[in-house]
T-cell receptor, first 117, second 112 residues
């Protein structure tokens, strides 16, 4: 079974600074996908960024970038120029194909990010 | 606007009562999912459905039931057999079971 590990329960960063949220994964599949989601206090999960295992370049979406190191099995999220609205829980997830040929997402335990003024 | 609507947002029930959580999507997605979230844990898959009239158990299906009579709707029933039902429940959908999942705003169930 695949596994996602997020070792940072909480992170603090000052506004306008960059922050890296760690994520390591374990899989024996050659083809896989990695996702990052943001969960504000309101509860909904917001998709941020996706990296496919065969993508040669690191994914970027605005202020979000994914530092993908395949050999180390890590997929860290980098948020540049942090804003107060970035304060939330952040989850790393991996796509796992089930016996039915269908996908599910396996989630890590999350990192709570607090951005201070 | 397209999206996923979950209701109710908050629900309180006594032990031994069945509870049904609603999930409706207008994204025309084939796949729908129910996840459970507990404090300090990630999301865990309860049930999923690839097409209408078909659904499969996820990792923690015991004590839950679902139906998929319409493409847009995937209600979850938390039965009295679920030993620890107090949790935050998230419904999601995806196109053809691949790619990113789109989530609803969640339903918080508290059993007294």
């Amino acid at each position: 079974a695949q596994k996602i590990t997020q070792t940072q329960p909480g992170m603090f960063v000052q506004e306008k600074e960059a922050v890296t949220l760690d994520c390591t994964y374990d899989t024996s599949d050659q083809s896989y996908g990695l996702f990052w989601y943001k969960q504000p206090s309101s509860g909904e999960m917001i998709f941020l960024i996706y990296q496919g295992s065969y993508d040669e370049q690191n994914a970027t979406e605005g202020r979000y970038s994914l530092n993908f190191q395949k050999a180390r099995k890590s997929a860290n999220l980098v948020i540049s120029a942090s804003q107060l609205g970035d304060s939330a829980m952040y989850f790393c997830a991996m796509r796992e194909l089930m016996n039915t040929g269908f996908q599910k997402l396996v989630f890590g335990t999350g990192t709570r990010l607090l951005v201070s003024p | 606007d397209g999206g996923i609507t979950q209701s109710p947002k908050y629900l309180f029930r006594k032990e031994g009562q069945n509870v049904t959580l609603s999930c409706e999507q207008n994204l025309n997605h084939d796949a729908m999912y129910w996840y459970r979230q507990d404090p300090g844990q990630g999301l865990r898959l309860i049930y999923y459905s690839q097409i209408v009239n078909d659904f499969q158990k996820g990792d923690i299906a015991e004590g839950y039931s679902v139906s998929r009579e319409k493409k847009e709707s995937f209600p979850l029933t938390v039965t009295s057999a679920q030993k620890n039902p107090t949790a935050f429940y998230l419904c999601a959908s995806s196109k053809a079971g691949l790619g990113e999942l789109f989530f609803g705003e969640g339903s918080r169930l508290t059993v007294l």
